[in-house]
């Protein structure tokens, strides 16, 4: 499932884990991939059900970068993979930048 997500991930120096979540109350299978370089701080949670031929049917794929409150929600891996490559490398520069702005606020402040 989401093979060429798992290849982007690779490929961009991203690490990931994956779990699985069977809910009790809904007849949906659910993924949840957690990836980040240094942290696994991003995640994506895939809900899936099965088809009457036993293929898998992805019913959504949720998005939540850096912790993110909303999620981004796509309904195929391609929506997903076209959003990833225009986004991901931006977010994780803006990210950067504002770790090394508060890192040289702490170290210019004067110590008391």
Do not use: C
């Not at 093979?3 to 690490?15: A, D, E, H, P, V």
């Not at 299978?29 to 059900?49: A, T, V």
């Amino acid at each position: 499932m989401l093979s060429r997500t798992k290849q982007y991930l690779r490929k961009n120096g991203y690490f990931y884990k994956k779990e699985y979540i069977r809910p009790l109350l809904t007849p949906d299978n659910i993924y949840i991939f957690r990836f980040g370089r240094d942290r696994l701080d991003n995640r994506l949670i895939i809900r899936y059900s099965h088809k009457w031929t036993g293929r898998q049917r992805i019913n959504e794929i949720d998005l939540r970068l850096h912790k993110q409150k909303h999620p981004r929600i796509f309904e195929n891996e391609s929506e997903l993979l076209n959003y990833l490559e225009g986004h991901l490398l931006k977010h994780e520069a803006k990210v950067r930048a504002r770790e090394a702005e508060k890192k040289h606020e702490v170290s210019d402040s004067p110590s008391k």
